[in-house]
Structure formats: structure tokens, C-alpha cells
């Protein structure tokens, strides 16, 4: 069955300092992985996705993700951290089934000190 | 182009009640899922709608059941709430056909409280 762990609850870094948000996937075969977004009271929004393609994935807002296989990783980085950045990340991956669901990790807050 | 849709923002119920929560998709999605988000919590997946049938379902018991229409809106009704049924209630809609390599768009949720 395909899931995802969240490695960290709680990230906390500084204004202008790199972030690394750590995701570990398990999947039989070789799995779709999304980061996503959300921000107080308000909905997901999907920053990368990754479907077999570049194993170096761009997103938004500067955010890029590295699939690696061999550690069965999906870790979500970006050089620079931006006080708009404080906000809840989810690791998802896609479920290899007639409906393609999704399921979530268990998120991880990102809080960025000036 | 509007994305997803849903009402109301913010729900207070009774124990016992019944709710119905409503979701309309992005232009050109059809298929629509479900997803409560418990506080602190990832999104869990409720079930998911195409062309108007329940495909698929999560572990959630009966009380929880859906409806797809014709133009793809979908609606989540709930029975006999539960005060563990307070939650954000997210709506999630996709191009069937490409949705698996594309992702969801997600609405901003529906926020029930049960009391």
C-alpha cells in the first residue's frame, strides 16, 4: 500500500535561511508524489508534483523537490526562507487504484523567525 | 476561472443533527473527493464522486454519504453528528482523465463545529 511519513511536526528557521521539509514515501510501484500547501483557514494549494519524469522537481515560490528512489524520499527545499513562507506542508501520495486518490502525510509546520 | 467552490465557510451544529455541505468544481473537473482535516491533522479521505456515483471510499461509516449532480457539484451530507465530526470539511476536484498526473485543486473547506 502506498503512504507517506512526515518526518518532522515542526520545522522552525530563520528569515533567509534554507529550508528542508523531509518526506518518505512506500509504494510498490513507482508513485506520484505532490507537495501541498495550506495556510491558516485556508485551502490546499499544490506547490510540485512529481510523476516519473525529472527526479529534480521545480514548484512555486521557489520550492523544489528531489525524488530518490533509492532512500525512498521526496524531501521538499528551498534556498531561502520567506516570512510568507510560515505554513503547513503535506507530503501526498497518490493511491494506484481505479480512482487515484490521494493520501496525506501528517503535515509539517514551518515557522520562519525574522 | 473560478476554482473550487463551497458553503458554507462555517457550520455550528448540535449533537444528533444532520448537515449537508456543498462543493461546486473548477471548470472542466468532473470528478470531485471528499476530505475531512481534524485539527492538527492531514487531510483524511472521505470518498470520491464521478459521474455521479460513489467510486470510492474511506474509512468513514455510513453516516457519511455524498451525491454528485449533473453539472458535477457534489454535496456531503452528515447524520447523527458526533462532536468528533467537528473538523474542516475539504472538497478536492479533477480533470478525470488527467487528474492523476496533475493533482487536486482544493476549495478553502467547510469549518464545522459540532457542540
Known amino acids: 500500500a502506498q503512504s507517506v511519513t512526515q518526518l518532522d511536526s515542526h520545522v522552525s528557521v530563520s528569515e533567509g535561511t534554507p529550508v528542508l521539509l523531509r518526506c518518505n514515501y512506500s509504494?510498490?510501484?513507482?508513485?506520484?508524489l505532490f507537495w501541498y500547501v495550506q495556510h491558516p483557514n485556508k485551502g490546499l494549494q499544490l506547490l510540485l508534483k512529481y510523476t516519473s519524469a525529472a527526479t529534480l522537481v521545480k514548484g512555486i515560490n521557489g520550492f523544489e523537490a528531489e525524488f530518490k528512489k533509492s532512500e525512498t524520499s521526496f524531501h521538499l527545499t528551498k534556498p531561502s526562507a520567506h516570512m510568507s513562507d510560515a505554513a503547513e506542508y503535506f507530503c501526498v501520495v497518490r493511491i494506484l487504484n481505479n480512482n487515484n486518490d490521494m493520501r496525506f502525510g501528517a503535515g509539517t509546520r514551518l515557522t520562519v523567525k525574522p | 476561472d473560478a476554482g473550487v467552490t463551497q458553503s458554507p465557510t462555517h457550520l455550528i451544529k448540535t449533537r444528533g443533527q444532520q448537515v449537508t455541505l456543498r462543493c461546486s468544481p473548477k471548470s472542466g473537473h468532473d470528478t470531485v473527493s471528499w476530505y475531512q482535516q481534524a485539527l492538527g491533522q492531514g487531510p483524511q479521505f472521505i470518498f470520491q464522486y464521478y459521474e455521479e456515483e460513489e467510486r470510492q471510499r474511506g474509512n468513514f461509516p455510513d453516516r457519511f454519504s455524498g451525491h454528485q449532480f449533473p453539472n458535477y457539484s457534489s454535496e456531503l451530507n452528515v447524520n447523527a453528528l458526533l462532536l468528533g465530526d467537528s473538523a474542516l470539511y475539504l472538497c478536492?476536484?479533477?480533470?478525470?482523465?488527467?487528474?492523476?498526473?496533475?493533482?487536486?485543486?482544493f476549495g478553502s473547506g467547510t469549518r464545522l463545529t459540532v457542540v
Open positions: 509504494s510498490s510501484y513507482s508513485p506520484s
Open positions: 478536492a476536484s479533477t480533470d478525470g482523465a488527467v487528474g492523476p498526473f496533475y493533482g487536486y485543486t
